[in-house]
């Protein structure tokens, strides 16, 4: 199984501060034949189910704001947060597409300090 | 707009078979691959495995032999049953629809969008 690493586990950012998750896969995660890579990324707020943020590694969903980008290739993957606002309180997980059994990353907690 | 919500017992008994139902709106499930992931209790997430279009299921191993994925076309619902339970199987359990991808190889399931809200599923006796 492909083994999904995030660091770190939690981080209090202050507000408009600049927040870096980073996701590690324990195999690569890009596809050579289309040169994707088969990576995204969700926000789970307290008490909601986790929401798509990014998918194919750096493809924002429709709708999410443009202070969230996402970036990186293979193994290394990494979800930034530009400038923290209050409603960004909530884990962040990493997924892979590349092979089943689709897996997760563990979850970093992203808190308001 | 496809939204899921999931249904059944918040309590189960140790040895006895947990069962849920997740209901879709909004669009038919004759398409897309239809999952469940649950998430024990401040852990994170695992996939369980789905339902595909295509009518076959697919199971993550870790829960294959206790595991059974359906679905209801007529009801637009799909189910999942898991067998006998122990604690560590308390979790939310969540629905979730898996987009599919065709390459040039073939078609898979990639991220997951929507989720249904989830429900908890308590192990106890």
């Known amino acids: 199984d492909f083994v999904m690493t995030q660091s770190p586990d939690s981080m209090a950012v202050s507000p408009g501060e600049r927040a870096a998750i980073n996701c590690k896969s324990s195999?690569?995660?890009?596809?050579?034949?289309?040169?994707?890579?088969?990576l995204a990324w969700y926000q789970q707020k307290p008490g909601q189910p986790p929401k798509l943020l990014v998918y194919w590694a750096s493809t924002p969903e429709s709708g999410v704001p443009d202070r969230f980008s996402a970036s990186g290739s293979g193994t290394d993957f990494t979800l930034t947060i530009s400038s923290l606002q209050a409603e960004d309180v909530a884990v962040y997980f990493c997924?892979?597409?590349?092979?089943?059994?689709?897996?997760f990353g563990q979850g970093t907690k992203v808190e308001i300090k | 707009q496809v939204h899921l919500q999931e249904s059944g017992p918040g309590l189960v008994k140790p040895s006895e078979t947990l069962s849920l139902i997740c209901t879709v709106s909004g669009g038919s499930i004759s398409s897309y691959y239809w999952n469940w992931i649950r998430q024990p209790p401040g852990k994170g997430l695992e996939w369980i495995g789905y339902?595909?279009?295509?009518?076959?299921?697919t199971y993550n191993a870790f829960l294959k032999s206790r595991v059974t994925i359906s679905a209801d076309m007529s009801k637009n619902q799909f189910s999942l049953r898991l067998r006998s339970v122990t604690t560590a199987d308390t979790a939310v359990y969540y629905c979730a629809r898996g987009y599919r991808y065709c390459g040039r190889i073939g078609c898979n399931m990639v991220w997951f969008d929507p989720w249904g809200q989830g429900t908890l599923v308590t192990v106890s006796s």
């Open positions: 339902f595909s279009h295509s009518g076959n299921s």
């Open positions: 997924q892979q597409y590349f092979s089943s059994p689709w897996t």
């Open positions: 195999q690569s995660v890009l596809n050579s034949s289309n040169n994707k890579n088969y």
